[in-house]
């Protein structure tokens, strides 16, 4: 099993930062692709950004330039960076995680997540 702590939610300004953090334990080999999804109240949850195993990384077009993901490995921490935050992002902020599979002795990432943290809530006033 694994668990996922989401941490560093909270209340910012219009043009400010904040910094998550998802704590990942466990069985971390469970969870070798990772990503953030946000949710708001009568919206479709989307996935924000996505860390492969091997360490690529890709951002939806709504925070591309502003938000960026990483992880400490040796932690086993996930981050996601939120600068110059918007009105519109404004929502409960998610991690989740996945082992993903091996093919033709290449490990794939299949997007199909199988961990999630509680969210933390993250409020953009204008």
């Known amino acids: 099993q694994v668990q996922l702590v989401e941490s560093g939610g909270g209340s910012v300004q219009a043009g400010g930062s904040l910094r998550l953090s998802c704590t990942v334990s466990?069985?971390?080999?469970?969870?070798?692709?990772m990503a953030w999804f946000r949710q708001t109240p009568g919206k479709e949850r989307e996935e924000v950004a996505f860390?492969?195993?091997?360490?690529?990384?890709n951002v939806a077009d709504s925070v591309k330039g502003r938000f960026a993901i990483s992880k400490d490995n040796a932690e086993n921490i996930l981050y996601l960076q939120m600068n110059s935050l918007k009105p519109e992002d404004t929502a409960t902020y998610y991690c989740?995680?996945?082992?993903?599979?091996?093919?033709?002795?290449?490990?794939?990432?299949?997007?199909?997540?199988?961990?999630w943290g509680q969210g933390t809530l993250v409020t953009v006033s204008s």
């Open positions: 466990g069985d971390t080999r469970r969870s070798r692709c």
């Open positions: 860390i492969d195993s091997d360490g690529s990384t």
């Open positions: 989740a995680g996945e082992p993903g599979m091996v093919l033709y002795s290449a490990h794939l990432c299949l997007h199909a997540f199988d961990y």
